[in-house]
């Protein structure tokens, strides 16, 4: 059986957008993370699909990324979820992360349920 697994990128309304504090001045921007989803996608296109859920108020996309070996609608699923708080901009560094790491390292995971 095939899993699906989902990584969604919520909270970007204030986090990545707007707030920059001292300590968190080395992650990438809205801009970068999208491009970067977008360059995933194309390179494992196979299993990797990415579609914007919606949009928050300054217009930046909030992205679902969903890993599949094969269509993921029918498939059981785990959501990963990053920027449920737009201040924690970890939670979205460390998703984007662990969806590539999974996509690079460790494509027999989304044949295992």
């Given at each position: 059986m095939n899993v699906k697994l989902i990584v969604c990128f919520c909270g970007l309304l204030l986090g990545l957008s707007t707030f920059r504090g001292t300590a968190q001045s080395d992650y990438r921007s809205v801009e970068q993370l999208s491009a970067d989803l977008q360059a995933l996608v194309r390179q494992y296109?196979?299993?990797?699909?990415?579609?914007?859920?919606?949009q928050t108020p300054g217009g930046h996309d909030i992205w679902a990324l969903s890993l599949s070996n094969g269509p993921a609608e029918n498939h059981p699923g785990l959501a990963i979820v990053g920027g449920v708080d737009g201040s924690h901009l970890l939670s979205v560094e460390l998703a984007a992360q662990l969806a590539k790491d999974i996509l690079e390292n460790h494509p027999e995971w989304l044949e295992k349920t």
């Open positions: 296109n196979q299993r990797a699909q990415i579609q914007s859920l919606t």
